[in-house]
């Protein structure tokens, strides 16, 4: 017995330092990937915070392929975000409330759910729930990563973009305005980011089903971005330039005007929204997909 105790205690400090040893690592690597990102001007220095505390979370509590997926969509993003960067660049600094530099802000609305699951994966006791929190956390990664590569992809697109609830056209950069191309790309992101951390999970069969799940919720979460985009977001009007947009302060330096949508729901509140409809649907999926496993497996 007191052998078996002593195996005990030896297996939970194990288990103890190899997430200590994670966790180091994923702050060791996060803080690295980080300052590289502010040197790119991919992150501002508030950024770089939530960049690191969400890299050290989700490497440490969810493991490599956790953490290894978030760096895939931040890279990603990033590198989509300089993809012919002056051709967007009218359209950014005239449309979208920030630039290309993420802040702290951005940082919780794309990935501040998917952090949130992977502490909670790490607390989790149960084996079930902990495969719950991992389809989760692949439905918020994968809409962030659909919104995002819709978005930098979309704007570049020459067909003129149609608002998702009326069909109305409306001008390239315009919130809920959605392309062929940018559904497209959107599509493509959510799966890819759902093959990526497949295969960082070796290609488990039980896991088999991630890249559909990811594709299907993330490109639903992406949908609810642009229904909201259209409907509830906080827009403003230039009366100068006469034009719509997210700033308060139009690029030409006038104070804009409340057009339209809720004061405090802003890009960065409907992406943390659509990434947490894209957790939920996914874990959802997940359930229900178990629950109709069991069924067979019993019948």
């Known amino acids: 017995m007191y052998k078996l105790l002593l195996q005990g205690k030896r297996w939970k400090l194990s288990q103890g330092v190899t997430r200590m040893q994670r966790l180091l690592l994923g702050l060791l690597f996060s803080t690295g990937i980080s300052l590289l990102a502010y040197r790119r001007r991919s992150l501002s220095r508030s950024g770089i915070a939530g960049a690191i505390i969400a890299g050290t979370t989700t490497f440490g509590l969810g493991g490599w392929s956790w953490g290894l997926s978030l760096i895939f969509f931040f890279i990603s993003s990033s590198i989509f975000s300089h993809f012919r960067a002056p051709d967007k660049a009218h359209t950014a600094a005239d449309k979208f409330s920030k630039g290309g530099q993420r802040d702290i802000g951005q940082a919780a609305a794309n990935g501040g759910i ?42 570049l697109s020459l067909q003129q973009p149609r608002l998702i609830t009326t069909g109305k056209p409306v001008a390239p950069g315009t919130s809920g305005g959605i392309t062929l191309p940018g559904t497209g790309a959107a599509a493509l992101g959510a799966l890819t980011l759902g093959v990526v951390f497949w295969l960082l999970q070796r290609c488990q069969k039980s896991l088999a089903s991630l890249p559909l799940i990811a594709l299907v919720s993330g490109l639903g ?59 939920l649907l996914a874990m959802a999926m997940h359930v229900i997909q178990a629950q109709v496993y069991r069924t067979k497996i019993n019948g």
């Open 114 to 155: 998917a952090t949130l699951l992977a502490l909670g994966y790490g607390l989790a006791s149960s084996a079930s729930l902990q495969q719950v929190l991992q389809a989760g956390y692949t439905g918020a990664l994968a809409t962030a990563t659909a919104d995002t590569w819709a978005t930098e992809l979309g704007v």
């Open 221 to 279: 979460g992406s949908m609810v971005d642009s229904i909201l985009g259209a409907t509830m977001q906080a827009m403003y009007y230039c009366p100068t330039c006469e034009k719509e947009t997210e700033r308060r302060i139009h690029n030409c330096g006038t104070r804009t005007r409340p057009m339209r949508g809720v004061t405090w729901l802003n890009n960065d509140v409907v992406n943390f929204i659509a990434t947490l409809f894209g957790g």
